[in-house]
């Protein structure tokens, strides 16, 4: 077993690379954590989905979200999987450490 560790930008990023894990290569939700790399917030180092900008006209755009560390992805992986799931990480945007 290998503990694979992932930096992601944004929430959205890490988000989307768990559903790559889960629906294409069979790793369980309840197996994937997800956390703020550091006490700054849950959302990512910049902005991104409902957090990027106005959405309709005449929206106010948002700057009140503390944006200031990376979200960590973390999983448990057989040995043989751990490089295709690094591969999947990094393809989504992630710094991969482990």
Known sequence: MQH???YFATREAADIATEHLVQEHG???PDI???PAGNENSEGQRPSGG???AVAP???TRH???IGSAIELSVDVDDAKAPS???VLEQAGA???A
Do not use: Y
């Open 58 to 60: 005449g929206t106010v």
């Open 51 to 53: 957090d990027s900008g």
């Open 95 to 97: 710094n991969v450490r």
């Open 85 to 87: 799931i690094r591969k």
């Open 4 to 6: 694979v560790i992932a």
């Open 33 to 35: 954590f997800l956390q």
């Open 64 to 66: 009140d979200g503390a």
């Open 27 to 29: 790793i369980g939700r």
